[in-house]
């Protein structure tokens, strides 16, 4: 969840970490922190807040440092404040560190600690590791920093990032990593640490990505790399791909609206190379040179987690209409513990932004050792989750700054649907006339999000008409169902408004009791085999004074009729709506949140990259 940076080279190591800081605030952004070591001596700025709280506070303070390391917080151990804030320094004020993810067995050590006198001046459990690898200094004569990192953590469950630095070592960072992402950019003379690519594309695109147990020596001039057995490892360098306007909001308000804007780009860029509507073919590598593994299987399972599940929600629909094969789609968090039913031969389709969701990781590692074949559907190159599947294809979406997802969620439905007419071919159970359609229809959904997003300030006027309303209810069926639970997950998201996503059909069911004249019911109610049964309910909603918002098909005057606000998408086929149907409901989020005065990039509570359970 936190961010994490770190630095040592021969340029000033503040600027860097500050603005590092800045591009991985959407990780955590209770409170922030840096260490430097200057004058032979560790010293440590923090401040509960945003980084921008960090940055005054620094002013006039001494940063002359060319080593250091910083953090922004999403807290777990701890409530936000200025002593839980990282960097923690030890007891005796000669280390310091920071660390994304949970120790889970802290209280113990913590114990053990305290009855050796020491005192603590946090809550957190990343104080407790950093002086139990104090103690183990303390108490072994001569044990170098790593040594007793590596002592430590062969003693600790759980997860972690850390990074260490050590007054009396005045150019090495130490770091390891087991479930919270870390990769270190390669300069000259200089190395470059953090959570994601964001903070080190500015000055490198050479990266390495640490894998889970293993342990860096980062010097100016030398990067070592380690297992925790002490056997060194070869570093694999990996060239970055990202631009640095990537990163940037360029010119816009928020990196969210910017991201909904840049949909017609990102799906385009998730289609291109893949989908070849004129030749009637798709060509995925990670379908086709598995394509026996996925044609046998008996079932399919998609875990993922939040938004990420509800793209599995849609692909559980697409899946089974047109491959035949079962479908199951969990929640990662419930499938790592209930003991489920996992096969030699199951495939197991993961979904993840980040590619390091923790609840999806260790859910796969639990199907993998059961046999499973993983077929991940990730957005970050080189992420853990890519790494553990045995095929996959990328999204291609592009760094996704804001922390709700919106453009990775589109790429999601891109890359599933074309899995799932890829298998349907090959299997045959897809006639060519309706595979040919879906290809031709798939390939012009670009060009149709750029004509809905041309109408935005339709939505916006919608947004602002009902900005005050405390409940929402979304509704949708049949492929568009998820895409209700998503637009109801951004809107809470966004807006902190209460909103529940149902099966339109269910409404009957409990959630009309909600129904009265303040309540704004949005329907997703485009042309389908669905489209009469919609209708009924909008007149139950409209009977019982309700305010029905739709998202409708272009020329479809019954549904307007019906409708208080409505908002018009062009016409395509039910198993590709849900490309087009979610934009209007990102749209609507953004500017209900930005008509309340929220941060929408940076909404309460939430971080965008969960690698802690």
């Known amino acids: 969840m936190c961010g994490i940076v770190g630095y040592t080279g021969t340029r000033q190591a503040y600027p860097i970490i500050l603005k590092g800081l800045k591009r991985l605030e959407y990780r955590g952004y209770d409170s922030s922190g840096v260490a430097l070591l200057n004058d032979g001596k560790l010293n440590v700025y923090k401040k509960k807040g945003k980084v921008a709280e960090l940055e005054e506070a620094m002013i006039g303070k001494n940063t002359d440092a060319h080593i250091g390391i910083g953090h922004t917080r999403w807290a777990t151990h701890g409530e936000p404040s200025d002593r839980n804030a990282h960097p923690h320094l030890s007891a005796n004020g000669k280390l310091s560190m920071i660390h994304n993810g949970i120790i889970e067995n802290y209280a113990l050590i913590k114990q053990d600690l305290v009855n050796k006198g020491y005192h603590f001046t946090s809550d957190t459990d990343t104080e407790v590791l950093l002086n139990f690898i104090e103690d183990i200094q303390k108490n072994n004569d001569d044990c170098k920093l790593e040594e007793a990192l590596r002592i430590a953590l062969k003693r600790v469950s759980g997860a972690y990032c850390i990074l260490l630095i050590e007054q009396d070592n005045p150019d090495t960072i130490i770091a390891a990593r087991k479930g919270s992402p870390l990769v270190i950019g390669i300069g000259k003379g200089e190395h470059f640490l953090a959570s994601d690519?964001?903070?080190?594309?500015?000055?490198?695109?050479?990266?390495?990505?640490?894998?889970?147990?293993?342990?860096?020596?980062?010097?100016?001039?030398?990067?070592?790399?380690?297992?925790?057995?002490?056997?060194?490892?070869?570093?694999?360098?990996?060239?970055?791909?990202?631009?640095?306007?990537?990163?940037?909001?360029?010119?816009?308000?928020?990196?969210?609206?910017?991201?909904?804007?840049?949909?017609?780009?990102?799906?385009?860029?998730?289609?291109?190379?893949?989908?070849?509507?004129?030749?009637?073919?798709?060509?995925?590598?990670?379908?086709?040179?598995?394509?026996?593994?996925?044609?046998?299987?008996?079932?399919?399972?998609?875990?993922?987690?939040?938004?990420?599940?509800?793209?599995?929600?849609?692909?559980?629909?697409?899946?089974?209409?047109?491959?035949?094969?079962?479908?199951?789609?969990?929640?990662?968090?419930?499938?790592?513990?209930?003991?489920?039913?996992?096969?030699?031969?199951?495939?197991?389709?993961?979904?993840?932004?980040?590619?390091?969701?923790?609840?999806?990781?260790?859910?796969?590692?639990?199907?993998?050792?059961?046999?499973?074949?993983?077929?991940?559907?990730?957005?970050?190159?080189?992420?853990?989750?890519?790494?553990?599947?045995?095929?996959?294809?990328?999204?291609?979406?592009?760094?996704?700054?804001?922390?709700?997802?919106?453009?990775?969620?589109?790429?999601?439905?891109?890359?599933?649907?074309?899995?799932?007419?890829?298998?349907?071919?090959?299997?045959?159970?897809?006639?060519?006339?309706?595979?040919?359609?879906?290809?031709?229809?798939?390939?012009?959904?670009?060009?149709?999000?750029?004509?809905?997003?041309?109408?935005?300030?339709?939505?916006?006027?919608?947004?602002?008409?009902?900005?005050?309303?405390?409940?929402?209810?979304?509704?949708?069926?049949?492929?568009?169902?998820?895409?209700?639970?998503?637009?109801?997950?951004?809107?809470?998201?966004?807006?902190?408004?209460?909103?529940?996503?149902?099966p339109a059909a269910e409404m009957k069911h409990g959630p009309i009791a909600l129904v009265d004249e303040n309540l704004p019911v949005v329907f997703i109610a485009t042309h389908d085999p669905y489209h009469e049964k919609i209708m009924s309910n909008m007149q139950e909603i409209k009977a019982r004074k309700g305010k029905v918002i739709s998202i409708i098909t272009e020329g479809d005057l019954f549904s307007k009729s019906l409708s208080n606000d409505y908002f018009e998408i062009p016409m395509a086929d039910e198993l590709i709506a849900p490309l087009l149907t979610v934009v209007p409901l990102q749209l609507l989020s953004y500017y209900v949140g930005t008509a309340k005065g929220i941060d929408v990039d940076k909404p309460r509570n939430l971080a965008k990259s969960v690698t802690v359970e």
């Not at 499973?372 to 989750?385: D, H, L, M, T, Y």
């Not at 999204?395 to 990775?408: L, N, Q, R, Y």
């Open 197 to 502: 690519a964001s903070p080190i594309i500015e000055y490198t695109k050479e990266v390495v990505y640490v894998n889970d147990y293993e342990l860096a020596i980062v010097k100016p001039d030398e990067l070592i790399l380690k297992n925790l057995g002490n056997e060194k490892i070869t570093p694999y360098i990996t060239k970055l791909d990202m631009e640095l306007a990537a990163i940037e909001k360029g010119g816009y308000d928020h990196f969210m609206i910017k991201e909904i804007f840049e949909q017609p780009n990102t799906i385009f860029d998730c289609l291109r190379g893949r989908l070849y509507a004129k030749e009637g073919n798709i060509k995925m590598s990670g379908v086709d040179d598995n394509i026996d593994q996925l044609l046998n299987a008996q079932r399919i399972m998609i875990v993922a987690c939040g938004t990420s599940w509800h793209a599995g929600l849609v692909a559980e629909y697409i899946i089974e209409e047109l491959c035949r094969i079962p479908v199951e789609v969990e929640y990662a968090s419930e499938f790592r513990y209930r003991n489920p039913i996992v096969n030699k031969g199951d495939v197991i389709i993961a979904i993840s932004q980040s590619g390091e969701t923790a609840d999806t990781l260790v859910a796969l590692e639990k199907a993998k050792e059961n046999g499973a074949f993983i077929f991940g559907v990730v957005n970050a190159v080189g992420s853990s989750i890519a790494r553990i599947s045995n095929a996959g294809a990328y999204t291609h979406a592009g760094p996704e700054i804001g922390v709700a997802s919106t453009k990775a969620f589109t790429g999601q439905l891109a890359v599933l649907m074309m899995v799932a007419l890829d298998i349907a071919k090959h299997k045959g159970t897809i006639t060519t006339e309706r595979y040919l359609k879906l290809l031709l229809e798939l390939e012009q959904v670009p060009e149709k999000v750029n004509s809905i997003l041309k109408n935005a300030a339709d939505i916006k006027s919608i947004a602002e008409k009902y900005k005050d309303a405390s409940d929402f209810l979304f509704l949708g069926r049949g492929y568009n169902f998820p895409i209700a639970l998503e637009g109801a997950l951004k809107l809470k998201e966004i807006s902190y408004i209460h909103a529940e996503g149902y």
